[in-house]
C-alpha cells in the first residue's frame, strides 16, 4: 500500500534465526469453531457510550501452507442474513500479517473503486497481537487498531479500535469474547485443501 507506515513494534525481528522468529503460525490458535460475545460500539467517533451486545458464530479455516486464513462471522439473531469475514494474509518477506475485514453489505470494499479497504498489519508477540492500519471513516482519516489476545487453547479475545488523531488517543468501539466450541481445534479443524 503507498504511504502505509508500519507502526515501530510491527519492524521484523531481524537478529534472530527466521526459524525463531517466523510469525507464520500466529493464528494457528483460532483454527475450528468459536462461540463469541459480541460488543459493538453504535455510534464511533461521537463520544457515544451506547453498546449493543449480541451472540454469533465464527468458523476460522487456514488454506494449505499456513500463510492465508479466514473466518466468518454470522450473528442471525443481530442482523438475519449478515455475515462478515476476516481475511489474513502472511508476508514471508516482512514476517507480517496483513488483515481485510468485508461483510456481505459492502462493508470493507471501497465504493468508488471495487478494491477493498486498507488492511491492519502487524503480528504477536507471545500471547498478544497488534495491528494497525490507515483507514477512513465518515469522509475523514483514521487509524484502525486490532488487539488479538490469546487466552489459554479454548478463549480469545478480539478488540477493534478508532483513532482520528493519528494514534494519541484511541477509541475501542468492537470487542469480541471467544470460546471455542467442542471438538474444534486446530487438529481437528478439517482445512479447505486445494484440487
Known sequence: MIGYRYPPWSQPVTTETPATTSAIRDFDFLIGTWRTHQRRLKARLQGSSDWETFAATSSVQQLPGGVIN????????WRPGWVGMSLRI???????????????????????????????????????????????????????RFRWRRLGTDQARWEQAFSADDGQSWETNWVMAFERTAGTDGAEQPLVRGA
Not at 479466514?70 to 439473531?77: G, I, P
Open 70 to 77: 479466514f473466518d466468518t462471522l454470522v450473528a442471525e439473531a
Open 90 to 144: 502472511f508476508n514471508p518477506a516482512t514476517n507480517l500479517w496483513s488483515i481485510y475485514w468485508v461483510t456481505n453489505e459492502g462493508g470493507g470494499i471501497d465504493a468508488t473503486t471495487n478494491r477493498l479497504s486498507p488492511p491492519v498489519v502487524g503480528r504477536f508477540a507471545g500471547d498478544e497481537g497488534l495491528f494497525e492500519g490507515e483507514d477512513d471513516f465518515d469522509g475523514r482519516p483514521i487509524r484502525v
